[in-house]
């Protein structure tokens, strides 16, 4: 007897090799993480991530680099075409690990803070959070969001590091201080002295204005912080906030600045908030914390979001650190570029209509992406536009 006719055989998904995309994939975005990157990506898709912002802070990548990533993957059939992406049937044969399980915390998502702890602050900020000086985009400032100001006061209070601890805030365009104020009349707990130090003479008059009433000690010092602090203000500080600009050399600074500020001894603590950073930038940042005596107690990937932060700005980590209580540094050298948008950290972007590059930063016809956009591509008039990644690309966090 002759088998059963087995009928037409039925087309499954085109089979990926999972290794070969992920190597692919990398090596066209140029990404510093690798195929792992590729992966994180992936990964974070499959379990539903949605959004790109939400991929890159689960991924821990930042959004521009997410945004190519899935490109590239949309061209090699990975996933689908819509927005957000999906696997595809062939993407999910490759790389949906297909566990559900997860070890998560559902209710933070891993930032161990709870949005919904202190959401009469986040109201209460709003205001103030409107009525901020426009950004500076020569100093990095990119406002972060009120839920971001919350969860930082949050971060500090749980740690212990705010009731009756003398607090230093270095650069302050994100209103921490507005924020620690308003705290303290919510909820009857703040700092012994409150002490900003800001750049930005603008900010400096709103702050001075905001915080006129504040139910602690307070002063907002104009200074810049590529000079030592005042003699006034070293050694006096038990806890420092601070989100530094977003190249190595301007965190370096700061942190030079802010464990200048610590009281000497152990214990000190600061709140740092700095984007994702390539591999090899993160061990620079470790090697600079080393110097400083700083020891990294806990790192949150993801914790910061900052406003109108589209494709581009995206989130940061807060990175809690406690002074082991070296031996004063020595002044940073000043030879790099502080700011993002300084020489070598100007950004190339391509218009995904004509594929024309552009470079953008400081100096430039288009000091940020977002002129680029509302401009248009010079040569097609087209307003989509991503970050070139073959050739070194400073991330924007
Ligand atoms: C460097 S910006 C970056 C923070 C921004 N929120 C972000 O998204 O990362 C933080 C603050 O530092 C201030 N700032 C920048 N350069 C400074 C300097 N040399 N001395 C003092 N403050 C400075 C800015 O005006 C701003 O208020």
Redesign the pocket.
């Known amino acids: 007897m002759s088998p059963p006719d087995p009928g037409p055989a039925v087309a499954g998904p085109a089979l990926l090799d999972p290794d070969a995309v992920a190597a692919e994939v990398a090596a066209a975005v140029g990404l510093a993480e690798g195929p792992s990157g590729v992966r994180a990506v992936l990964r974070e898709i499959a379990r539903g991530a949605g959004s790109t912002r939400a991929v890159g802070r689960a991924a821990g990548l930042p959004l521009p680099v997410v945004a190519a990533v899935q490109g590239e993957l949309r061209t090699r059939g990975v996933l689908t075409a819509e927005r957000p992406s999906k696997l595809t049937a062939a993407g999910r044969a490759a790389f949906d690990p297909g566990v559900t399980l997860s070890g998560r915390c559902p209710a933070c998502a891993g930032l161990g803070v709870l949005d919904t702890a202190a959401a009469d602050l986040t109201a209460a900020l709003a205001g103030p959070a409107a009525d901020v000086p426009p950004v ?1 985009v020569e ?6 969001t009120p839920a971001t100001k919350t969860r930082r006061v949050l971060a500090m209070h749980d740690a212990g590091a705010l009731a009756g601890r003398h607090v230093l805030v ?5 209103l921490v201080s507005l924020a620690l104020v308003h705290f303290a009349r919510l909820h009857g707990t703040g700092p012994a002295s409150l002490t900003v ?4 003479p603008a ?1 400096v008059g709103f702050l001075r204005d905001r915080l006129a009433d504040a139910p602690f000690p307070v002063e907002v010092v104009e ?4 000079d030592p602090l005042p003699a006034r203000l070293l050694g006096t500080a038990d806890t420092v906030q601070t ?4 190249t190595v050399a ?1 965190a370096q600074l700061f942190l030079t600045r802010a464990a200048s500020a610590l009281r000497a001894g152990a214990g000190g603590e600061v709140f740092l ?1 700095l ?1 994702v950073r390539r591999p090899a930038e993160t061990v620079a940042l470790q090697q600079v914390l080393t110097r400083l005596g700083l020891a990294v107690r806990s790192m949150l990937p993801g914790f910061n979001d ?1 406003v109108g932060a589209g494709v581009l700005g995206g989130t ?1 980590a807060l990175w809690h650190l406690v002074a082991a209580g070296a031996a004063p540094a020595a002044e940073p050298d000043g030879d790099d570029a502080l700011y993002s948008g300084e020489g070598r950290n100007r950004r190339r972007y391509v218009c995904a209509h004509c594929g024309t590059a552009q470079t953008v930063g400081v100096g430039r016809r288009w000091r940020t992406v977002g002129e680029l956009k509302e401009a248009g591509c010079p040569r097609c008039g087209g307003r989509t536009f991503r970050p070139r990644t073959t050739t070194r690309t400073p991330r924007a966090d």
């Open positions: 500076r100093l990095d400032q990119t406002h972060c270095l650069g302050d365009d994100d130090v800001e750049l930005d900010l200074h810049d912080l590529a989100d530094p600009p977003y301007g908030s984007g900052y940061s």
